[in-house]
């Protein structure tokens, strides 16, 4: 019964290159870009999962780049402090948008318009704001309106996002890391906006690195790497890849 149960909540299993400490059980999340209702299926996904898989030291990372072109970010972010706060071992990384959306936050003209052409325009409509407003305003009336409308609750819960986590074998990035330096060394430019040339090297970086940022049809497999940024805003596909031992599956919200 059991082994059948979880052949229909994990698909895709693949000969693993890596493990993680004996007890343990890791989900990591792609990018969301705010999709807050294929966040909603993937985390009933992975509740489902975990419980039918029995007790565990349970981890659950979101990869970052949750907010930004998908057109509900306010709830988004609602749903990760939610979900955060109802089980141990969730944790968040500093994905590009998190780090331009806290520029913006900050009332400076330049980013705000940055922030506005990557996506942040259907950010501020998850909280809001009209489109035609959006349209009227000049930047810096964007700004001054960005500072009253952002609740101080999101700013601070995305200010607390971490640059890397490592777990046994793997090291779970947004973007990725550069090559020839070391885990230690790595720059937290690199590892939220990093792209050709960590995708061009081929080379061990001591840990097998999982990363989002870069939009595939399907996961990305490779000996160093593991990408699961599935494009979830427009492919309605949002990716987990979830560990145990030296075992390695995926869920996703397509196969749901």
């Keep these: 019964m059991l082994k059948k149960l979880l052949s229909r ?20 999340i792609g990018d969301i870009h705010g999709r807050a209702d294929l966040l909603e299926q993937l985390l009933s996904q992975i509740d489902s999962d975990d419980s039918a ?18 057109p509900d970010s306010a709830r988004v972010i609602d749903l990760a402090r939610s979900y955060a706060g109802s089980r141990p071992n969730v944790r968040f990384l500093m994905g590009n948008h998190e780090e331009v959306y806290l520029k913006a936050a900050s009332g400076d003209p330049k980013s705000v318009r940055f922030f506005y052409r990557i996506g942040g325009k259907e950010t501020l409509m998850s909280y809001g704001m ?7 305003m000049k930047t810096e009336e964007l700004a001054e309106e960005m500072l009253r409308i952002l609740p101080p609750e999101h700013i601070r819960f995305l200010q607390g996002f971490e640059d890397m ?17 070391p885990l230690h060394e790595q720059t937290p430019s690199d590892l939220r906006w990093i792209r050709e040339d960590f995708l061009a090297d081929n080379e061990y970086h001591g840990k097998v690195v999982v990363y989002g940022h870069t939009i595939s049809d399907e996961v990305v497999e490779k000996p160093n790497r593991i990408g699961i940024d599935t494009g979830a805003y427009y492919s309605g596909k949002l990716t987990a890849l979830c560990l145990e031992g030296s075992e390695r599956w995926y869920l996703d919200t397509a196969t749901h």
């Design 9 to 28: 909540v994990g698909s895709r299993k693949a000969a693993s290159f890596g493990s993680v400490p004996e007890g343990s059980r890791v989900y990591a």
């Design 165 to 181: 986590i490592e777990i046994g074998d793997y090291v779970f990035v947004h973007a990725g890391v550069r090559p020839g330096v």
């Design 53 to 70: 898989r029995g007790p565990a030291d349970t981890h659950v990372i979101f990869l970052g780049d949750l907010v930004d072109r998908g």
């Design 130 to 136: 009209s489109q035609h407003a959006l349209i009227e």
